[in-house]
């Protein structure tokens, strides 16, 4: 099973505010691993080895696809945004 890239994702800018929000007020460090606990739970979720190597090659950038949620016309090179770490 690979990982699905339709959009898929309900309320795309919601869920980018409160994933924006759950960094603030974090030091980088704080921030570095709160991503990493993120990912080991929606992997976890997911529980399916070939789709998380999918995944995770979506990503790195190898397979040049945007995430789900972007205008099909913007779709090429994923461009990470990094939260910004203010105190709260």
Not at 48 to 69: D, I, K, M, N, V
Request: charged share 10%; proline share 6%; aromatic share 2%.
């Amino acid at each position: 099973m690979l990982l699905s890239t339709h959009p898929n994702l309900q309320a795309c800018d919601d869920f980018y505010e409160a994933l924006i929000a759950t960094h603030q007020g974090l030091e980088t460090a704080q921030s570095h691993a709160l991503n990493a606990r993120l990912v080991l739970l929606l992997a976890n979720h997911i529980g399916h080895q070939g789709t998380l190597l999918h995944a995770l090659e979506l990503a790195r950038g190898s397979a040049g696809l945007a995430p789900a949620c972007a205008d099909p016309a913007e779709r090429g090179a994923v461009t990470p945004v990094a939260p910004v770490h203010a105190a709260a």
